[in-house]
Every structure is written in C-alpha cells, then in structure tokens.
C-alpha cells in the first residue's frame, strides 16, 4: 500500500516506537474482541463478568467464563501483526503497552511489554494475594481455593472500578511521553485510564498512528488512521521500515 509521505519520513526519523495495543490485534489469531457484533459482550453483560462484585456474586460462572477464554488463548497462536512488532526491534527501540490479557506479544517475541489489564494466565488469591499460574487449575470447572488460607483464586486481570497493576499504568505513560512515533493497534479507545497512553504521546509531541478495521473514538486526534487488519498492515510498515533503515545513506562530503 501507498503510505503517507509525512508517516515515511518521521518512521525513518525515528528511534523509539510505541505499540498501544488491543484486543482488535489478536482477533486474527482467533481470540473475539469484547465489544462489536461478534464481541464476547455482545451476548453478556460486561458488568456480570468484569467486576469483582460479580465474581463475589458468582464466582463459579465467572471463573468458568475464564476457563474457557484460557482455553482459547492457550492453543492461539501469534499472528503477522504481533510479530511485525516484534520485529521492529531489529530498528528501533520498542515498547508494547497492551490491554490485552493474553500473552501473544510476549510469544511473539517482544521483549518491552506492559499488561495495563494485567494476564489471564496467572490467578491470585483474593485475601492473602498468593499467585498461581492457571496451569495449576487447568481442570477446574468452580473456584478453586487458596492452599495457604483458602481463600477463592481469582485470575490476575483488572476489572471495572478496580485499579490498574503495579507500576504497569506510570511505566506506559512515561514511554508514552519519550516515543516518537506511537501506533495504536486494534482497540476501541473508550477504556480508561489506558486510553490517556496515545493522548500522553501527543501531548509529548509523538506521531500518532491508528490501525483498525473501523475509525474508533481516537482517530479524530491521530495523525494518521489506516483502516485495515493490523496482521497485514504492520508487516507492510516493517517492511517499509526495514527498507528505510538498511538503505545506503548518500556519503556526505
Ligand atoms: C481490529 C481487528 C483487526 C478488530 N485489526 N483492528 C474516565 C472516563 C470514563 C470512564 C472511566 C474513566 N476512568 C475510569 C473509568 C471507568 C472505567 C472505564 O473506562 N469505563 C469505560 C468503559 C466507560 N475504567 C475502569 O474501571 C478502570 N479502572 C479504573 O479506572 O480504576 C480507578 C477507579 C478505582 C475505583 C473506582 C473507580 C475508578 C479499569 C478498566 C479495566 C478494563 N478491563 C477490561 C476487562 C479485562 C479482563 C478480561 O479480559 O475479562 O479490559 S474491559 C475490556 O476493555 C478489556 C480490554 O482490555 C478493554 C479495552 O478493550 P479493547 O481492547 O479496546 O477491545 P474492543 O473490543 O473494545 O475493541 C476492539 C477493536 O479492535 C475495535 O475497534 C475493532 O474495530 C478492532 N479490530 N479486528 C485491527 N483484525
Ligand atoms: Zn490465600
């Protein structure tokens, strides 16, 4: 494809590139986005499964509602666009601040990586906050219970109304403000605080790039918005990149 002239030249520019990323990114390796007609809220209510007063609620469904999301993220497999950002790492210095809760940059190959919603690989222990990894429970079709004070085993992902882990939320907006250009891959922008990451960029002066199959919230403040699936338009700007950054520079003298 035709890129933008302006995109062209910051891309060879720049030395630090920031992967905003959302569920719309790993929707091609098979894992359904949340919201939209095929998302997994189109049929259930987000405040039922999401929120740690529907798990006290109901905990068995809740924790069955993850068994079977586990299920699918297991046997998925990274797809061309998390492994396009892997490899601008060849470039640039890259950093990947995702809402994803799945572990597909990670197996791509990334080595930046900041879980704003944290993994739904572990799982902690609501009252002595003893983690697990889901291995341990593969099999559990109801709560399991802590084996230190048996306590019920949550999975290690942020609900609505519950602060976001660690320092992943200070990290990102920090790489926020140093990067040059940053792209913003297959989310809906309408969860905060994560979606202050892209508007910190440009307050700092970053590039804003948007890929997604649709224009979202955020496109009227980007820079640049290219509609497509961001498994075959981030191989394309890799591509590009690659092209740029291995091409001889004219010898001044
Ligand atoms: C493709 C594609 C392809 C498809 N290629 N593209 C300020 C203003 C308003 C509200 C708030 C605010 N601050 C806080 C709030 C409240 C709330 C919030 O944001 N609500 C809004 C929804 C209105 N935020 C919170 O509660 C957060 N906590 C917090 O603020 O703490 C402080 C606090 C403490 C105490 C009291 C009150 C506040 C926490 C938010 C946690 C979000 N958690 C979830 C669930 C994680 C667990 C799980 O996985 O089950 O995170 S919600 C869900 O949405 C998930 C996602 O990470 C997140 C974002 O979704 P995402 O990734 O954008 O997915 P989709 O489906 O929305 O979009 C997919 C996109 O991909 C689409 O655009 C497609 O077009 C595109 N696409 N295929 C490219 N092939
Ligand atoms: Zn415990």
Partial sequence: ?????????????????????????????????FRGKDGLWSKLKP????SFSAFMKNPDMVWEWYQYRREIVEK??????????????KFYDVNVVTQ???DLHARAG?????????????????????????????????????????GMIRPDVVW?????????????????????????????AIVYPAAYIPITAKQYGAYLVEINIEPTEISYQVDYSILGKSGEILPEIFE???????????NIF
């Fill in 1 to 33: 494809m035709e890129f933008k002239p302006d995109f062209i030249d910051r891309l060879n520019k720049a030395k630090s590139l920031l992967f905003f990323t959302g569920a719309g990114i790993s929707a091609e390796s098979g894992i359904a986005t």
């Fill in 47 to 50: 405040e039922e499964l999401a």
């Fill in 76 to 89: 998925a497999k990274p797809n061309k666009g998390h492994l396009a950002i892997a490899e601008f790492e």
């Fill in 100 to 102: 994803n809760v799945d």
């Fill in 110 to 150: 990334s080595t930046n990586i900041d879980e704003l919603h944290g993994s739904i690989v572990r799982n902690f222990c609501v009252d002595c906050k003893t983690f697990y990894n889901h291995q341990e429970f593969k099999f559990d079709k109801k709560v399991p219970r802590c084996e230190k004070c048996n």
């Fill in 160 to 188: 609505f109304g519950e602060n976001l882990r660690g320092n992943a939320f200070p990290n990102g907006e920090q790489k926020a403000k140093e990067c040059d250009i940053c792209f913003i891959v297959g989310t809906s």
């Fill in 240 to 250: 590009l990149a690659a092209n740029l950054k291995t091409k001889k520079q004219p």
